[in-house]
């Protein structure tokens, strides 16, 4: 699961955090404002963009090794089979309200920016 941050978003508090002598060497952990799996996040492409959409589960280990035989040095492929697991196992899950601290504005849902780009999935 993966809490999906709107790029928009990360430009809002970028140019905030970058023009605001309050946020000097302040740190910040930025999210979305849900977590969602990838078999969620196809879901919603699908409902937005009104197409079925089928969805492959693969393993950490499988899709490591395709992304080898694709020409990903094993190294590489090794730790992102290690992310996966780490974000299958919902460890990984934290939502914060660092954008909307910053901005003032909450941040856009994954279906927000699906809606909006809808276009470009079609």
Same mark, same amino acid.
Not at 77 to 95: G, Q, Y
């Given at each position: 699961?993966?809490? !999906?941050?709107?790029?928009?978003?990360?430009?809002? !508090?970028?140019?905030?955090?970058?023009?605001?002598?309050?946020h000097?060497?302040?740190?910040?952990?930025?999210?979305? /404002?849900?977590?969602?799996?990838?078999?969620?996040? !196809?879901?919603?492409?699908?409902? !937005?963009?009104?197409? /079925?959409?089928?969805?492959?589960?693969?393993t /950490?280990?499988?899709?490591?090794?395709?992304?080898?035989?694709?020409?990903?040095?094993?190294?590489?492929?090794?730790?992102?089979?290690?992310?996966?697991?780490?974000?299958?196992?919902?460890?990984?899950?934290?939502?914060?309200?660092?954008?909307?601290?910053?901005?003032?504005t909450?941040?856009a849902?994954?279906?927000?920016?699906?809606?909006?780009?809808?276009?470009?999935?079609?």
């Amino acid at each position: 699961m993966l809490a !999906v941050l709107d790029p928009e978003d990360i430009a809002r !508090v970028a140019v905030t955090a970058l023009t605001d002598e309050a946020h000097a060497g302040k740190g910040y952990l930025l999210t979305g /404002p849900q977590a969602l799996t990838a078999r969620q996040q !196809v879901a919603i492409i699908a409902e !937005v963009t009104g197409r /079925p959409i089928d969805f492959e589960d693969v393993t /950490p280990h499988d899709f490591a090794q395709a992304a080898i035989q694709r020409g990903t040095a094993p190294e590489q492929a090794h730790l992102m089979e290690r992310l996966n697991e780490v974000f299958r196992a919902r460890r990984s899950v934290n939502i914060t309200d660092d954008v909307e601290n910053i901005t003032g504005t909450a941040p856009a849902t994954f279906r927000d920016w699906c809606q909006r780009h809808a276009d470009a999935f079609r």
